[in-house]
T-cell receptor, first 112, second 110 residues
Framework: DAGVTQSPTHLIKTRGQHVTLRCSPI?????VSWYQQVLGQGPQFIFQ???????GRGNFPDRFSARQFPNYSSELNVNALLLGDSALYLC???????????FGQGTRLTVV | AQSVTQPDIHITVSEGASLELRCNYS??????LFWYVQSPGQGLQLLLK??????LVQGIKGFEAEFKRSQSSFNLRKPSVHWSDAAEYFC????????FGSGTRLLVRP
């Protein structure tokens, strides 16, 4: 079985641009969560989706948005990029909200 | 508020020595606790989990963790550390949403 897949693996964007990150969960998993991990810190919770509905939102500005599709894949969108948005963005999938989460390899976003 | 605390930023142990990484949680009568490991530039790999039942849980790679409700702790242990265990370790709690501590970086001396 394929694990959690994220695309792209690396991305370089300019300040003010928009970015879309994609995530495909493990087959059968209905919950997808997104995390931002700045170098040297723990993953910070951004969003959780379950059955295509937002179930949780972390302390991030409205420039961050996400959605989950009928096939349970998900997109994370970030508008008006700032230098401080440079980070590793991790996607995790789980069968339900409380069960163990499995992580993708992440997308390394660099904003210049 | 839900929070996870890992009080040790760095820990250095000699290869073959025992290891204990500390974790404290602050939310929920029924915590759902995890330990993950992360190698540089990689995603997080699940080591073990605790939902209920036996408070001593076994994980992969020879790791174990003990849940102590009275101390709100879920410490990770390994009897004999290998050089390949050098990595960043994160404790997580999904009682409300899955959140993590700030991590403990493990360094292993030859």
């Amino acid at each position: 079985d394929a694990g959690v897949t994220q695309s792209p693996t690396h991305l370089i964007k300019t300040r003010g641009q928009h970015v879309t990150l994609r995530c495909s969960p493990i087959s059968g998993h209905k919950s997808v969560s997104w995390y931002q991990q700045v170098l040297g810190q723990g993953p910070q919770f951004i969003f959780q989706y379950y059955e295509k509905e937002e179930r949780g939102r972390g302390n991030f500005p409205d420039r961050f948005s996400a959605r989950q599709f009928p096939n349970y894949s998900s997109e994370l969108n970030v508008n008006a990029l700032l230098l401080g948005d440079s980070a590793l963005y991790l996607c995790a999938s789980s069968y339900q909200g409380h069960t163990e989460a499995f992580f993708g390899q992440g997308t390394r976003l660099t904003v210049v | 508020a839900q929070s996870v605390t890992q009080p040790d930023i760095h820990i250095t142990v000699s290869e073959g020595a025992s290891l204990e990484l500390r974790c404290n949680y602050s939310y929920g009568a029924t915590p759902y606790l995890f330990w993950y490991v992360q190698s540089p530039g990689q995603g997080l790999q699940l080591l073990l989990k605790y939902f209920s039942g036996d408070t001593l849980v076994q994980g992969i790679k020879g790791f174990e963790a003990e849940f102590k409700r009275s101390q709100s702790s879920f410490n990770l242990r390994k009897p004999s550390v290998h050089w390949s265990d050098a990595a960043e370790y994160f404790c997580g709690d999904s009682s409300y949403k899955l959140i993590f501590g700030s991590g403990t970086r493990l360094l292993v001396r030859p």
